[in-house]
């Protein structure tokens, strides 16, 4: 038995039953990234206090103690959610030596359950790209090709879980960053509602719009961390109070009757042909289960990239106004009065990417052109928001490719910020609207993997939890071209 193979509920009852110790499944996952993180470089930390944790856990377990939901199961966390002691850089210069003193309230929930930190993984620099190339750590690597990039922001998480790294992980998504790379690396990811999840100590990109959420190799193990980690928290207001299920219980293979929408604008041009033809194979696969697929239109999908890097990097702009170097994180050593301490500290603290969203984003909210910009794109959100609200009058769920390619090369979209920012084209309008939509595996085109988008109304992550575990099951075995 390879026990790093296994998904996290095995794990979990291997662990009960005393077949493996907590201890030999830690020591197995550290020989592991030791040997082959130093090519993918998915974690930027390793916890050191990790093996005592687990060791821990085995006494517990052998003194008949009372077990936590996820006690024993090694969790990576990106590294832009902060946990107590331990380094949050958001993979910048600028918060390279920052240590939180407290842990994020989705961390407190993981602790809580029994869950171990394995360590923080990679990501692009305070989230900004679809590559986990802008990490001023250096790039990530797809766990199937090293040649290629895992996706981003959470790309570290991504090929972490993809490369049997960690046994489930945590990342954050704005504009699809947890739901492409999850793509990219063959595993399921799942953006929650907005206000599902706490967002305090998620180290704010855009607030409108950031989500947490889980990265898995399979889907229950997504719904056992949705278990953990949802809820209201008093720490976050836009945190929602409503009643949270045990998404286990939707784990079911039956989606007789259910209403499956297809957006004709997804499937148009500018996606690769093979990813289309291993989404179309799995709604082939869920209709002859009893699914009524139908067409529907969702006609303001075009506008989506712009508006969201219009909205996005405004936010972008206000909320990394605060690494000035004056309370906390990086300072520059070369100036001679406080302007020259902020512009040095903001250059050379800073990379391309995130001086390039700053930018943006700051033109956008100046005078004279916040009202052409930020205003037009807020209204147009509202579009957007009401196309998805008039499609789910027809459909339960609407599925859709989850990028409009398959993983590219290293270095194909770094210097074209434009191809880059495209890479979120069937992503972003679901963080626009605060919609739940997961990412599971749609089999493999020359040994890369395609990814699958299911986008549920507001806080029916059950309906998403139906389709893809129906459709999981169908491709046991994989669909390849």
């Not at 050593?333 to 391309?352: D, I, P, Q, V």
């Not at 599925?399 to 770094?414: D, R, S, W, Y």
Request: with cysteine; charged share 25%.
């Amino acid at each position: 038995m390879d026990i790093l193979k296994l998904t996290a509920w095995q794990l979990k009852e291997l662990l009960a039953k005393k077949e493996i110790s907590c201890v030999e499944a830690v020591k197995l996952l550290l020989a592991a990234i030791e040997k082959k993180d130093k090519s993918l470089h998915s974690y930027l930390y390793l916890n050191p206090g990790v093996i005592e944790d687990a060791k821990k856990v085995d006494k517990k377990i052998a003194s008949g103690g009372r077990l936590g939901y996820l006690e024993g199961v090694p969790v990576a966390v990106k590294d832009n959610i902060c946990i107590k002691n331990m380094p949050a850089t958001c993979a910048s210069r600028m918060l390279e030596n920052f240590y939180p003193p407290y842990d994020a309230t989705v961390i407190e929930k993981l602790k809580q359950s029994g869950a171990l930190i394995i360590g923080k993984t990679n990501m692009d620099e305070f989230a900004f790209g679809s590559s986990t190339e802008s990490s001023a750590f250096g790039p990530t690597r797809n766990p199937f090709d090293e040649m290629r990039v895992p996706g981003g922001s959470s790309g570290g998480s991504a090929s972490a879980a993809g490369a049997n790294l960690c046994f489930g992980a945590l990342g954050s998504d704005t504009g699809g960053s947890i739901r492409q790379p999850a793509a990219f690396c063959g595993v399921v990811g799942l953006k929650p509602t907005y206000g599902r999840v706490s967002r305090y100590g998620l180290i704010a990109f855009a607030s409108s719009l950031d989500q947490i959420g889980p990265i898995t190799k399979d889907v229950r193990d997504a719904c056992m961390l949705m278990n953990v980690i949802s809820g209201r928290d008093e720490k976050d207001s836009t945190s929602v109070e409503i009643k949270i299920p045990d998404y286990t219980d939707f784990l079911k293979d039956d989606i007789k009757g259910l209403r499956v929408g297809i957006p004709e604008e997804y499937f148009a041009s500018g996606i690769e042909e093979p990813v289309k033809n291993r989404v179309m194979e799995a709604i082939r696969l869920i209709e002859k289960q009893g699914a009524e697929v139908k067409r529907i239109s969702l006609p303001h999908t075009k506008y989506g990239i712009a508006v969201y890097y219009i909205l996005a990097t405004a936010e972008a702009s206000s909320n990394l106004a605060r690494f000035d170097g004056v309370k906390y994180g990086f300072r520059t050593g070369n100036y001679k009065n406080l302007r020259e301490m902020y512009m040095n500290t903001r250059g050379e603290g800073f990379g391309a990417e995130a001086k390039r969203r700053i930018i943006l984003g700051t033109y956008v909210l100046s005078s004279g052109y916040y009202d052409a910009y930020y205003i037009k794109a807020q209204k147009v959100r509202a579009l957007i928001r009401k196309d998805f609200t008039e499609a789910f009058k027809e459909a339960d769920v609407i599925i859709t490719p989850t990028a409009p390619e398959l993983p590219f090369k290293l270095g194909e979209k770094k210097e074209d910020p434009i191809k880059m920012y495209l890479s979120d084209i069937f992503t972003a309008n679901v963080n626009l609207a605060g919609l739940p939509a997961m990412s599971i595996p749609a089999g493999f085109v020359s040994s890369l993997p395609a990814g699958l988008q299911i986008i549920a109304p507001h806080f029916r992550e059950e309906k998403i939890i139906e389709t893809a575990y129906t459709i999981e099951q169908s491709l046991k075995g994989g669909i390849s071209g």
